[in-house]
């Protein structure tokens, strides 16, 4: 059996290749083709005709690509086999910026599907090869325009199984056209749930973070990923938060006022079991407020902070006099009341100081101003040291302040 690669960037030369693979098509058990615009559309169409003509009977695993930097010649879309179905032996297929005529193939039994930049395929039509392909194990969904909202299902019509799929990716979609293919699907045993999104525009709560895909928060297969049941929240150098959660992972870009909601969208699809699911809030040189982040819903609490990045810029110093006294904004009255262990990274003496200071307010303040056990923060349990300069005796400083907690400088 013959596996075949042509990802020649010359027109030309793809097509003298695939003639000549071509006289060997019954013997093919994968083609990976990359294809680059041509010199004309004849070349194109020829070096397609052994697809287009004949079906190789014991294909496994087909993936066609076409790239086009200047983004302004779409490629013709492609009937495959001359009409015919895809061969029954087909299992793998991957299309990046390929049209194809995607009913005559009658697609099904397939285990992994990846469409990238795939302009034609509508959402019905993704739907239908879901449901005939059972066992498909992954799934990968990137920027496909047509993939949009079909509405509400008839009762009749059932959630398609697929409990072998363990990886699924969805990337710059449509939000309410992801949320019906999550809506449709059931991935009981999934390890990994990747969704990339834009959330500065339009309300992606209403759209895509419904009850209709908190499916997506469970899975039976035990300590997934070797993840516990931390919830964590990351806010890295720039408008883009993190969110991940058991294998699952979402990507959210802008939209700051909505990060707030997706917390609420994700402790409601837990119900009961969000109250055993703490945060871990990661900030490193974030471009948006993250005091506005750092309220969670409840029942969830944040009880792990790192503060990574440039210890010297405004917003962490604003984050450490919001923690080191009492706040009217929060519930509580303190800023992570239930804080359990801090990570910081510093790059000067004077990013300690403030540190220290934090700490001697927050813990030591609230026994000075009278501040009753159930009315102050909880005591740190851990508090871990990053960067430079490692000054002598400041792991005891910070014992002094705040009792048994463990006190370390991190290996880096």
């Keep these: 059996m013959l596996d075949i690669r ?5 027109g030309l030369r793809v097509e003298a290749f695939m003639v000549e693979a071509g006289l060997h098509i019954a013997r093919w058990r994968s083609l990976m083709a990359a294809f680059t615009p ?9 070096a397609l005709a052994p697809l287009t003509t004949a079906q190789p009977p014991f294909l496994e695993r087909l993936s ?3 790239f086009d930097r200047r983004d302004n010649r779409p490629q013709d879309t492609v009937t495959l086999f001359g009409g015919a179905p895809a061969p029954s032996t087909l299992r793998h297929l991957a299309l990046l910026g390929f049209r194809l005529e995607v009913e005559p193939l009658r697609l099904s039994g397939l285990v992994s599907l990846e469409l990238k930049r795939v302009d034609n395929i509508t959402t019905p039509q993704l739907l239908n090869i879901l449901r005939g392909s059972p066992f498909l194990e992954t799934l ?4 496909n325009p047509r993939l949009k909202a079909i509405g509400p299902q008839p009762p009749t019509v059932q959630p398609i199984e697929l409990a072998k799929l363990e990886s699924l990716e969805l990337v710059d979609l449509d939000h309410a056209g992801a949320r019906d293919i999550l809506s449709t699907i059931r991935i009981p045993n999934h390890r990994s749930v990747y969704i990339s999104t834009e959330i500065g525009e339009g309300s992606v ?3 895509l973070f419904t ?7 469970h899975t039976s297969i035990p300590g997934v990923n070797g993840c516990s049941s931390v919830i964590r929240v990351e806010e890295r150098n720039g408008s883009q938060t993190t969110i991940k959660f058991r294998g699952m992972e979402l990507v959210l870009v802008g939209g700051e006022d909505q990060i707030h909601g997706i917390l609420s969208w994700l402790a ?6 969000a109250a055993e699911c703490p945060v871990h809030l990661i900030l490193d040189r974030p471009q948006i407020d993250p005091i506005r982040i750092a309220v969670v819903p409840p029942p969830l609490i944040v009880n792990q902070l790192s503060i990574l990045g440039y210890s010297e810029e405004p917003w962490q110093e604003n984050l450490y006099l919001a923690m080191a006294s009492p706040q009217d904004s929060t519930p509580s009255g303190w800023l992570f009341p239930q804080l359990e262990s801090i990570s910081v990274k510093f790059q000067t003496i004077g990013s300690q100081k403030k540190l220290i200071s934090m700490l001697r307010n927050r813990y030591q303040g609230a026994t000075l101003r009278g501040e009753t056990e159930s009315t102050c923060p909880l005591n740190l349990r851990s508090v871990e040291l990053r960067g430079q300069p490692q000054t002598e005796g400041l792991v005891e400083e910070i014992k002094g302040i705040i009792g048994e ?8």
């Design 6 to 10: 042509c990802l020649d960037s010359t």
């Design 38 to 46: 041509c010199p004309s559309s004849l070349a194109m169409e020829s």
């Design 64 to 66: 066609l690509c076409y």
């Design 140 to 143: 990968y969904l990137t920027g």
């Design 205 to 207: 709560l209403s759209l």
């Design 211 to 217: 009850s209709a895909i908190t499916h997506i928060l």
């Design 268 to 273: 409601g699809g837990l119900g009961s079991e």
């Design 405 to 412: 907690a463990s006190v370390f400088w991190a290996d880096e």
